[in-house]
């Protein structure tokens, strides 16, 4: 409670000293995610609009934040960034923007006790807010725990809601804040156990692979076998056949080989007593099919 006076004060006192506060403000939305890591460094994106355009534009991180990057409408802005005791000022001027985004990083937000995970924050409304929601997002691959304490739950505050958006577990609180509120908030995380069906799943689908590449192999092998014992000729016929995706006109074999039809006859004749290829009967001619 002493920090939290201590905040609120350089709070005010940066608004005595820095015109971006000299007049009142209204935050229409106030939008923060908080992407958090098993290596205990957590990101955050933050959105705020305006119902006015603001020329000057001031934000206070009550940790020390490195990386920090500060956009407008008409782009990214240089900023000026001061570190105090507690945490991290900055002042941009010349904005000239009603809609204003944030992204930082700040390390040792996380612990960890074995396998569980345990981030802690407090988040603070310093201006007046018609909408304020604030999203914490789990590492991917990780899940809120189901089996702690009977004291214990897996985030506070209570009345935020769980979800997912496919690729990552998240918590969420939206209201309606009021000036001074203060957010402990509290997210509890840990590694997704693998589902041993996943893993008897992942064998058999490896499995199936594996025999269905065997079959391809050893039927490539046993084809180009069959092949290398075909004389010039019934080559010339297998090629065709093949240029037409396995299946031709005995007419076609006839035109493109610049054989005789008594000929092609006589070697698909032969072909076929040996299981090469099959003809199928087609009015006066006939396809023929590749077997190999």
């Known amino acids: 409670m002493k920090r939290l006076n201590t905040i609120f004060l350089l709070v005010m006192l940066f608004a005595l000293v820095n015109p971006a506060f000299s007049v009142a403000t209204k935050y229409t939305s106030y939008d923060i995610k908080v992407f958090l890591t098993d290596e205990g460094i957590v990101r955050e994106e933050v959105s705020i609009s305006f119902d006015d355009v603001k020329e000057d534009f001031s934000y206070y991180i009550i940790h020390k934040a ?42 040792d937000l996380i612990k960890r006790s074995g396998n569980l995970y345990y981030y802690q924050d407090k988040f603070v409304i310093t201006e007046i807010a018609d909408f304020f929601s604030l999203r914490v997002y789990l ?29 990552h577990i998240f918590v969420e609180w ?7 509120d203060t957010y402990y908030v509290e997210v509890y995380f840990e590694k997704a156990k693998e589902n041993p069906a996943h893993k008897y799943y992942s064998l058999l689908a490896i499995i199936g692979i594996f025999a269905l590449l065997s079959f391809f192999f050893f039927y490539s092998r046993s084809s180009n076998k069959v092949i290398g014992y075909l004389n010039e000729n019934e080559r010339r016929v297998i090629d065709v056949i093949r240029r037409h995706g396995g299946k031709v006109s005995q007419k076609k074999i006839c035109i493109e080989t610049d054989f005789s039809k008594a000929q092609v006859s006589r070697i698909l004749k032969d072909m076929e007593e040996r299981g090469l290829i099959k003809r199928i009967k087609k009015g006066r001619s006939c396809d023929v099919i590749l077997k190999v």
């Open 66 to 107: 490195y990386n920090i990057k500060i956009f407008a409408e008409k782009g990214k802005l240089d900023c000026k960034v001061k570190y105090i005791d507690f945490g991290t000022l900055i002042s941009c001027e010349h904005a000239n923007s009603r809609n204003f985004k944030l992204s930082f990083v700040v390390p």
């Open 139 to 167: 590492p991917e691959g990780y899940i809120l725990p189901e089996n702690l304490s009977l004291s214990m739950a897996p985030f506070s505050p209570g009345w935020g809601t769980s979800g997912s958006d496919g690729r």
């Open 174 to 180: 939206k209201k309606k804040p009021r000036l001074g």
